[in-house]
């Protein structure tokens, strides 16, 4: 089980009126909270997974909610003594987004199939996906990380083809005990850098051994 909340804020965005006027400025926020399941089946390789999400967006004093679903599968096909590969299949944002005022928009509904390796005792990380988004063509991505340290790790990555910037982003991992703190940015061209932050909390260790020994 799983669970993340994420957001994005923007403000001093300028607004004008039918006529071209300026009006001031206004801000933008998205919010969502997701509620994430997975396990593996079939065998120890192969594993799905199910989210369930909802969506807040905010604009100019008027918002809409939204319900929607992710829906995943990974497969580890090598597990070597140096090396170890896995490819993964998702689909996100199955569901319909709600209205503002009375215009209803549409969530960006996607699919994507991936790779990724680890090598170096799972210090270093590199993976390579491509997204197909509902409407357009199909966009690649490429990102590794790297563990310089047990508690610290940084990325970097590339998508190609973005909408809005140049698609570079770069990051930090800092890791103590079960807890993980991730930050990173990205370059979204007119709209400056966005700076993303995430806490994680793993259930691990003995947690994890009793959960494992309930079900053997």
């Known amino acids: 089980w799983g669970a993340s909340l994420a957001m994005l804020h923007k403000s001093g965005i300028r607004s004008y009126d039918e006529t071209g006027r300026r009006q001031g400025d206004v801000s933008a926020r998205d919010t969502a909270a997701t509620l994430a399941w997975g396990r593996s089946v079939l065998s120890e390789d192969f594993a799905v997974g199910l989210g369930v999400k909802w969506i807040k967006q ?23 003594e140096r090396l170890k590969a896995a490819a993964g299949l998702a689909v996100r944002n199955l569901g319909s987004a709600g209205a503002f005022v009375s215009e209803k928009g549409t969530l960006p509904r996607t699919a994507a ?11 270093m990380a590199v993976g390579l996906d491509a997204t197909l988004p509902k409407e357009g063509g199909v966009k690649p ?76």
Not at 113 to 123: F, I, S
Request: glycine share 20%; net charge negative; aromatic share 16%.
């Open 113 to 123: 199939a991936g790779l990724g390796l680890k090598t170096l005792d799972e210090r």
């Open 141 to 216: 991505s490429l990102g590794g990380e790297y563990w310089v340290h047990p508690m610290l790790a940084a990325r970097a990555g590339l998508k190609l083809g973005s909408d809005i910037g140049t698609g570079f982003s770069a990051g930090l991992g800092l890791r103590i005990q079960a807890f993980q703190f991730d930050y990173s940015f990205s370059d979204f061209g007119a709209l400056g850098f966005i700076h993303r932050g995430g806490l994680t909390f793993r259930f691990g260790g003995q947690l994890e051994n009793i959960y494992r020994q309930g079900i053997e």
């Open 58 to 80: 905010d604009l100019a004093g008027y918002g809409s909610s939204s319900y929607a679903a992710d829906l995943g599968a990974l497969y580890d096909f090598y597990r070597g």
